[in-house]
Structure formats: C-alpha cells, structure tokens
C-alpha cells in the first residue's frame, strides 16, 4: 500500500481568546529569531499525523541552512530530503520521485535561520505562558500554505525554547502536525545524511 504524504510537514496551538499585549508578541518573536540563529544542528523523533488521524513515526535530521531529513519508522517506503536547493520526496514503493524549491514551502522557515519571522511570522496567543506559538505565511504566496511553529521556553535551550512541533495548512485547508521528541540541538551531523538513492530505473543509453 501506498502511503500518501502531505508537501506541507505540519502540534496544534493551545488558543487563548484573549490577545497577547504587542510588547509581549515582539518579545516572543525576538526570542524565536534568536533560537533559530543560534542552531546550527537538530535531531529528534518525531510522530505525524495527518487530516485523517492516521499517525507515522521517524528520525528528523536538521541541518541549516537548507538540509533536513524525515526517515520514517520501518515498513514506511518514504524519504523526504532537502539537500540545501530543494526538497525531494523519494517513494521507494512505487520509485517515484518529487522535488520542488524549498522556498515554495512553509519548511523555509525552518531551514532557512536568516527568515525575517517579523515579515512573514506573527505570534499567536496561547493560555500556557511557557508555551510560544508562531504563525508563517507569505502572504503574496497564498499557495505555499501557513506553517504555525510551537516552542517551548526551556533555560539552557538556545535562545531560551526548544522546538516542540508545528502545524502546515496547505492552500487546500490539508493539515498535518508534527510533535517532535527528544530533541538535540548543535550536534555534528555528516553531510551525507542528507543524500538519497534514486529508484527510478536507469535509463538505457
């Protein structure tokens, strides 16, 4: 069987109906830009789930700028790499291979450190003080989606948060969340981890 995947790698938001004060939301804004600027590395588990409820497991690898890995649990013939340009999803089961720019896709805001989140992100009220949650959107690019990042205020975590997940919403109104576990910041990761075997047949010369 053929595991479908949403482009948009997607724990959804606590929402508070009370809107936080503007100092506060540029506050938590400056603390997520100076998260995403002082990690260079992640690694984590990681458990998605889409629209239907249906749930997977894997290994995420991060890389910045521009390199990430989604490994799936075992009996999951999916690969999604970026490789610093794009972003490739290889299906081992029916050797398909998709890649589209990185840039087209909410996860720019995770690969890429120097995204101006005062631009494109907005803070979203939480009923958890501990709890910093930010929206990302382009809004001149409707079709790449929103991408709503969750951090948790954590001390000795760069910048103050760790990165507990995130929701992506595709122009489509598709959901999927991603709830990150044990996870590990500034750690070498070897520029291999971020090829992939091609399995499409070769072509005849």
């Known amino acids: 069987m053929t595991h479908k995947f949403s482009r948009l790698l997607l724990v959804p938001a606590i929402m508070a109906s009370a809107a936080s004060a503007p100092a506060q939301q540029s506050n938590d804004l400056s603390q997520v830009v100076s998260h995403m600027q002082a990690v260079t590395t992640m690694n984590a588990s990681f458990t998605q ?6 749930s997977l497991t894997g290994k995420l690898l991060l890389k910045r700028p521009g390199h990430v890995r989604f490994e799936y649990q075992k009996g999951v013939p999916l690969l999604i790499v970026a490789d610093g340009k794009a972003l490739t999803m290889v ?31 907005k803070r979203v009220a939480t009923s958890n003080p501990n709890v910093v949650s930010v929206e990302v ?14 951090f948790i205020k954590q001390a000795g975590a760069p ?13 489509k109104n598709n959901r999927t969340t991603v709830r990150l ?6 750690q070498p990761i070897a520029q291999s ?10 072509r005849k010369s």
């Open 49 to 54: 789930t889409d629209r239907n409820g249906q």
């Open 91 to 121: 299906d081992y089961e029916v050797k398909q291979v998709q890649r589209w720019p990185i840039k087209n896709s909410p996860l720019t805001a995770l690969l890429d450190p120097g995204k101006d989140l005062a631009r494109f992100g």
């Open 137 to 150: 959107r382009d809004p001149k690019r409707p079709e790449y989606g929103t991408m709503t990042m969750i």
């Open 159 to 171: 910048g103050g948060l760790t990165l507990n997940g995130w929701v992506a919403l595709d122009s």
């Open 181 to 186: 576990g044990n996870v590990k910041f500034n």
């Open 193 to 202: 981890s971020f090829s992939w075997r091609d399995p499409r047949p070769r």
